[in-house]
């Protein structure tokens, strides 16, 4: 269905190519994925099966890619709209039109196709991805993964043979990237796409997965199954971690498969230790916290205590009101109810002193930047901080990830760009420190080097607050847990309670060995131990 | 949210609304009676309130208030401080700043009257009025879906448009977001600084969600039904568009209707062609295309009679009426006089107005609302978030003074 032969990507400027000599042939029906480190290529491997690779972003393509045959250099992407369908990072970016069922019958009336089939053909699509009750409505209103689901329906009107998907779940909660993954599923199995799907998060995704193609970073591309890849990669799902750890040459892909290999070998991990009650001094309370927004009240009476060195993860649905809790503890929205940092009220400080008792990473990190190199921001944030000159600098540097002063800031990977504005923000010397949704388009390499960060700043007597919808980085590194829903705060306690307790945010590890309480491979490492 | 099967009853082609608004806004433009631009204010509002849809773009109409508000208040400002003291009702009187010989004619600050004040808010409401009537047309009718409706030949054109009408409120909440930003990193910069510091991540958002755009547009088809054979249709609708401009020309300078009259209908007829042609090449195709019924022609002539009313009235001589006519038309009371201030009068004609542009509450029906609201509004909660939902600053959910209160 689709094959790559000898394909080489250079883009205009680079030194080296982005993709060097890969060769593929991928059959039709397969759902494979595409796997590997950020910027390693994984998107420009997606755009050239499309031809947005180079037709629109430019750069030089050799060797040939084709598509059902049709070879991507003759035909533009607009030619092949009926035979890939691709969908983008963000939806929300891609959308034209205004509603639903416009943005459905978009494609098929930029092709010409005719009002009667295009009616039936909206209905089909519509039923098809369980939208239909939301097909009057605007777009800007959906969630997340309603608007994924739009976005891949969009597309799939058009009836094409091959399924293009970029990062589909990387911004959703895990029901929602669920509900898409097996929207996604369906189409694979039941209606016989072919579907390529780039992915972060590999946890629920590969155990539907055919074929893997994994993109070590050098350029070149291995393909082959996801069992056999995954036992080499780099990239490192918690099962791989388990297969690794117990010595299994075929990596699970699944949670039942784990689970009973487990069993059979009899592998039982010592339960972990709940982590203590926090005894450190309360450097954040808050209480009653309540934030509107007209009718809405997006957080409603939260009472929450931070303590000393503590690593506390936020977690809830999309919209449970996560975002909004820690502008309000930040006091950069307004609300209502008592939040004491220190014996004051960030809420009642200026802008520069609010810092300096809690700061806040928001979801957006480069909103914050606008100079044009990495050392004219540290410098800058050592005058709005008042420290002296190199704080923030030697503060990048101590958080160890290798960040070239003199480059853009624009031009950093997720992974750089969230540790510089994290220096940034350190550089106030705050005793608390919230990061809102750090690890979405993190690679489980940054998440890891993300995890050593936070680990070292609690250590140093931070108090650490992390929204995210990552399962399985709030196990890794976090001590307690804050669970939202609706705005408010349903339970709170330690990370191993409360996740090895609940189906929904269980991480693999968990659900592998339970009931024994393991959170993460490592646990599982020492528990065997 | 709409329920299925209401579509149908509810809405009207988007085109006829704007037909109805900017009709109304030409009749306004004809006038500067406080008194009918109030009340056609009152009725378009009125309209608006009652017959918008619930979706995003429906509750702008808030907005464009603001904006004639602003527009009455900067034009009484200036007014006051440096415009002309005619008339003798002194209301109150500004230290006067005596300027040069060679600045004579411009005052600064002085008496301020009554007669200069009423003339200055009679011609900003006339502007803000007009503004007004654009806003409606915008809440009632998605400008995205009037696009859809115009000539394939003007495709590309109202592509652009629909793309810049993307833009703009994307910006507004880019702009919104990366504002919010910056307190968080403690920046409380003021002025040519803080622009840079604001601007410099907005308009690389702005970019970068532009080229996902077309993108997006270029992977699903977008351009590609084009390219068919279009020779003939743009000289054809170049001569055609000369003989009408000279046919209209010829028909309000020169006595010769009779010519000036064909030249004009073929011409029209020729550039009707032409546009079809062009149009032929493109064959992009119409999801659900909105039919145009006889309401959607009642709106449009309610509107266009509202104007034709006005401008009529106005174009009448007063000298070459008789005495009757002239109670009853009373070309006068459109332009009120204002020195010396006298109570503007409203005349039937102006009633008539009114009526007109309330019509279309008689012609359409009011969107059924929900009973219950099914899914939460928490768009502005999502503003918080990257990506988020273009939320343009003046557009806030929920507004109290014009939240629809019929329901059925």
């Known amino acids: 269905m689709i094959r790559f032969e000898d394909v080489s990507l250079t883009y205009p400027g680079a030194d080296a190519p982005t993709l060097h000599r890969v060769s593929l042939a991928l059959p039709e029906g397969d759902l494979c994925l595409v796997v590997g480190s950020t910027g390693c290529g994984k998107s420009t491997l997606l755009g050239a099966i499309n031809g947005l690779v180079p037709h629109f972003t430019g750069g030089t393509l050799r060797g040939r890619v084709t598509v059902a045959g049709l070879d991507t250099a003759a035909h533009r992407p607009r030619d092949l709209a009926d035979l890939v369908g691709y969908v983008g990072q963000d939806p929300l970016r891609g959308f034209v039109t205004d509603t639903v069922e416009d943005e459905i019958a978009y494609g098929m009336e930029q092709l010409g196709i005719d009002p009667v089939a295009m009616r039936k053909r909206v209905e089909e699509t519509l039923d098809l991805l369980g939208i239909a009750d939301l097909r009057r409505r605007p777009l800007v209103e959906l969630s997340g993964g309603q608007q994924q689901r739009v976005a891949i329906a969009a597309v799939l009107a058009a009836q094409p043979k091959v399924l293009v998907l970029d990062e589909p779940t990387s911004a959703l909660d895990p029901t929602a990237a669920q509900d898409v993954l097996s929207a996604i599923t369906t189409l694979v199995h039941e209606v016989g796409l072919t579907v390529v799907l780039a992915e972060h998060r590999l946890e629920r995704v590969m155990q539907a997965a055919d074929s893997m193609i994994w993109l070590p970073g050098d350029g070149s591309a291995r393909f082959g199954t996801p069992r056999d890849l995954l036992a080499e990669s780099t990239v490192t799902p918690p099962l791989a971690a388990l297969a690794r750890i117990a010595g299994w040459s075929q990596v699970p892909l699944s949670v039942r498969e784990a689970r009973r290999r487990a069993q059979a070998e009899h592998l039982a991990p010592a339960p972990v230790r709940p982590a203590p009650e926090p005894d450190g001094e309360v450097v954040l309370r808050a209480r009653g916290v309540e934030v509107r927004f007209g009718e809405l009240a997006a957080v409603r009476g939260v009472d929450l205590d931070v303590h000393r060195g503590t690593v506390t993860a936020l977690l809830g649905r999309n919209g449970a009101g996560k975002s909004s809790l820690l502008w309000a503890l930040q006091g950069a929205l307004s609300c209502a109810g008592e939040i004491d940092v220190a014996g004051a009220d960030p809420r009642r400080l200026a802008a520069a002193e609010a810092r300096r008792l809690v700061t806040l990473v928001p979801q957006t990190a480069a909103d914050l930047l606008y100079l044009p190199t990495v050392a004219a921001e540290c410098a800058q944030a050592d005058t709005e901080s008042a420290a002296a000159p190199g704080t923030t600098a030697a503060l990048l540097a101590s958080l160890g990830v290798d960040v070239p002063g003199g480059r853009d800031p624009r031009d950093l990977s997720e992974g750089q760009r969230l540790a510089l504005v994290l220096a940034i923000q350190l550089a106030a010397r705050p005793p608390v420190v919230l990061l809102d949704e750090p690890t979405r388009g993190l690679d489980y390499r940054s998440k890891s080097e993300l995890h050593r960060i936070v680990a070292g700043l609690a250590a140093d007597g931070i108090a650490i607050v992390i929204s995210t919808h990552d399962v399985e980085f709030a196990a890794l590194a976090s001590e307690r847990l804050l669970l939202m829903a609706d705005g408010e705060l349903i339970a709170e306690g330690t990370t191993a309670a409360l996740l090895t307790s609940s189906p929904a945010y269980a991480p693999q590890m968990a659900k592998v060995f339970a009931p024994v309480p393991v959170l993460t491979p490592s646990d599982v490492a020492r528990g065997l131990g | ?408």
């Not at chain 2, 300078?253 to 032929?280: C, E, F, M, N, Q």
């Open chain 2, 1 to 408: 949210m709409v329920a299925e099967g209401t579509e149908e009853l509810t809405s009207l082609h988007p085109l006829a609304w704007w037909c109805w608004a900017i009709a109304l806004g030409l009749a306004v433009s004809g006038t500067t009676n406080p008194l009918l631009l109030a009340l056609v204010a009152t009725a378009v509002v009125a309209v608006v309130v009652l017959r918008r849809s619930g979706a995003p773009w429906a509750r702008s109409v808030r907005a464009y208030l603001v904006l004639g508000a602003v527009v009455i208040g900067i034009r009484v400002v200036f007014q006051v401080l440096i415009g002309s003291s005619a008339g003798e009702t002194v209301l109150f009187t500004l230290p006067e700043v005596p300027l040069p010989e060679w600045a004579a004619g411009i005052r600064l600050g002085g008496a301020v009257t009554a007669e200069a004040v009423a003339f200055a808010v009679y011609d900003a409401l006339r502007l803000a009025v007009m503004l007004l009537c654009i806003g409606a047309a915008n809440s009632l009718a998605n400008p995205r879906q009037a696009l859809r409706s115009v000539p394939a030949a003007l495709y590309e054109a109202s592509v652009a448009v629909v793309i810049a009408l993307s833009v703009a409120p994307q910006l507004i909440e880019s702009a919104q977001r990366v504002h919010r930003a910056r307190r968080l990193r403690g920046d409380s910069a003021k002025g040519l600084r803080a622009l840079g510091a604001v601007a410099l991540p907005v308009l690389t958002d702005a970019i970068e969600r532009s080229l996902a755009l077309a993108a997006g547009m270029e992977a699903r088809g977008f351009g590609r039904t084009r390219g068919l054979d279009t020779a003939g249709s743009l000289p054809l609708m170049l001569v055609a568009s000369m003989a009408a401009t000279l046919g209209a020309f010829l028909l309000l300078s020169t006595p010769w209707w009779a010519p000036a009259t064909a030249l004009l209908v073929g011409g029209i007829a020729g550039v009707g062609l032409g546009l079809r042609l062009a149009g032929r090449r493109l064959q992009v195709t119409h999801y659900r295309p909105h039919p145009w019924r006889a309401r959607e022609t009642a709106v449009a002539a309610s509107g266009l009679l509202a104007a034709a009313l006005v401008l009529g009235v106005g174009w009448l001589d007063p000298a070459a009426l008789s005495d009757a006519a002239l109670a009853w038309l009373a070309p006068a009371a459109l332009f009120p006089t204002t020195n010396p201030l006298v109570w503007p009068d409203l005349t039937p004609v102006m009633l008539v107005v009114v009526a007109l542009a309330l019509a279309p509450l008689w012609f359409t029906r009011a969107r059924r609302l929900p009973a219950v609201e099914t899914v939460r509004r928490d768009r502005r909660v999502r503003s918080l978030r990257a990506g988020a939902a273009p939320v343009p600053a003046a557009v806030r959910p929920a507004e109290a003074l014009l939240e629809p209160e019929v329901v059925g």
